[in-house]
């Protein structure tokens, strides 16, 4: 159905009555009074809610990349010093630490949500006035938000504490000597903290999108 509105336009022809042609007998001819009237389109919001499915499937994506970034750069890291002898070595893994490890499986079921939740995506475009699906992905989008955020923010402390130390406890800074572990671990937060952002403009976006429904 075309979107756009059709005009049309109604003519409506009024005969001349004997009283009319009994006044005059050079009466004017019969009128013609011409009524337009204009169809109502009936897919206007369904264009709109279609161009927000089409963002949410780019957000998706996006996020699925960021997700996906932080868990496989927080797995893959892995620093041991040059220095070490037969019986001592100095090595720095995500695995010593259950905030890492958290956080790789936290990314790393972030990153399955987001794959599966692309055909869901794909429906609310194709049928832009179901409420089921939408409903759905807000409920586990909302999840998802609550799920990276606490990984990602764990794993801040964590990396502050690598940077900086804390005298009190008298816990040393350790990026001095492992830079490229520290760097690289840094880097996954951030990309972590960027997918917890994008899911909560997933969740605004949805919630937009059922509240003009």
């Known amino acids: ?4 509105s059709t005009s049309y336009e109604t003519a409506i022809n009024v005969s001349e009555t004997e009283s009319t042609k009994q006044k005059s007998s050079t009466a004017a001819p019969a009128a013609t009074i011409v009524a337009t009237t204009k169809a109502i389109p009936h897919n206007q919001k369904g ?3 279609r161009g927000v499915g089409i963002f949410d499937f780019i957000l998706r994506l996006c996020a699925l990349v960021a997700a996906l970034a932080a868990a496989t750069t927080m797995g893959t890291t892995d620093e041991t010093l040059p220095l070490f002898t037969q019986f001592f070595q100095f090595q720095a893994s995500y695995d010593d630490l259950p905030a890492f490890s958290y956080f790789v499986v ?4 972030a990153s399955a949500y987001l794959v599966l939740s692309l055909p869901f995506s794909i429906v609310c475009i194709v049928r832009p006035h179901l409420v089921g699906a939408k409903l759905l992905l807000l409920i586990l989008d909302t999840v998802m938000v609550a799920f990276t955020t606490a990984a990602a923010a764990a794993a801040a402390a964590i990396v502050y504490l690598a940077h900086n130390g804390n005298s009190t406890t008298q816990w040393l800074a350790i990026c001095q000597q492992f830079g490229d572990f520290c760097q690289l671990v840094s880097g996954a937060v951030v990309a972590s903290f960027i997918a917890a952002f994008i899911f909560i403009l997933l969740v ?7 509240r003009r429904h």
Request: aromatic share 12%.
């Open 106 to 109: 936290a990314n790393a079921i």
């Open 204 to 210: 605004v976006f949805s919630a937009v999108a059922l």
């Open 47 to 49: 264009g709109w809610r």
């Open 1 to 4: 159905m075309d979107s756009k």
